[in-house]
């Protein structure tokens, strides 16, 4: 089955600090791959849609400068949280879909930022 | 647009009774309907999905969920609970043109032994 993995699963930072998180498709090419926040005890919010070797496209609302994303093949999309801040914190998980495909869904990355 | 609504947000149902968590969709257009389970800390594991065909899905762990187009429904069930039951439920709509999800606002079922 096709599998989607995420690093780290749990990450601390400081404020002020930037941290990346990876998602990868372990087993299958991914040619769009999806960032998702959840916050405690809520839905999932879609912050941006990539696909690969272009520009990803923000939900609005979400900070493009803020939270960047870049899908530099066909198996690996990054979001890199800048200047982390406590409100940041949050469980994000990605999805990655083949072409004309299914949508796989990582383990996700908890983040916190103290 | 495409939305779905879970009007519970807690569901609690004794070992072995049978479990329902509620979902109905807003859609233009064919639904493609799903439903996803989340355990404290983890990513969605998918259990069902309707795209199109027979009314009744069923899917992993024993679950199933029935299609309703009169009633724009899509309710998840299972016969017989289970404590391992016991996580966060999803129901999602999938944009046809997209392929992004929207998702509920989550349902969170308690099996009580």
């Known amino acids: 089955g096709a599998v989607v993995s995420q690093h780290p699963s749990w990450v601390i930072c400081k404020s002020g600090t930037s941290v990346k998180i990876e998602c990868r498709s372990l087993d299958f090419q991914a040619t769009t791959m999806f960032w998702y926040r959840q916050f405690p005890k809520q839905s999932l919010m879609l912050m941006a849609t990539?696909?690969?070797?272009?520009?990803?496209?923000?939900e609005q609302g979400v900070e493009k400068d803020k939270f960047l994303i870049n899908h530099a093949s066909l198996t690996l999309s990054t979001l890199t949280v800048t200047s982390a801040h406590p409100e940041d914190s949050s469980f994000y998980i990605c999805?990655?879909?083949?072409?004309?495909?299914?949508?796989?869904f990582g383990p996700g990355t908890r983040l916190t930022v103290t | 647009a495409q939305s779905v609504a879970q009007p519970e947000d807690q569901v609690n149902v004794a070992e072995g009774n049978p479990l329902t968590v509620k979902c109905t969709y807003s859609?233009?257009?064919?639904?493609?309907l799903f439903w996803y389970v989340q355990y404290p800390n983890r990513g969605l594991q998918f259990l069902l999905k309707y795209i199109t065909g027979d009314n009744l899905v069923k899917g992993s762990y024993g679950f199933e969920a029935e299609f309703n187009k009169s009633q724009t429904s899509f309710h998840l069930k299972k016969p017989s609970a289970l404590v391992s039951d016991s996580a966060l439920y999803f129901c999602a709509v999938r944009d046809i043109r997209g392929n992004q999800f929207y998702f509920g606002t989550g349902t969170s079922l308690t099996v009580i032994p």
């Open positions: 990539s696909n690969e070797g272009s520009k990803a496209t923000y």
């Open positions: 859609v233009s257009g064919n639904p493609y």
């Open positions: 999805s990655a879909r083949r072409t004309a495909g299914e949508q796989y």
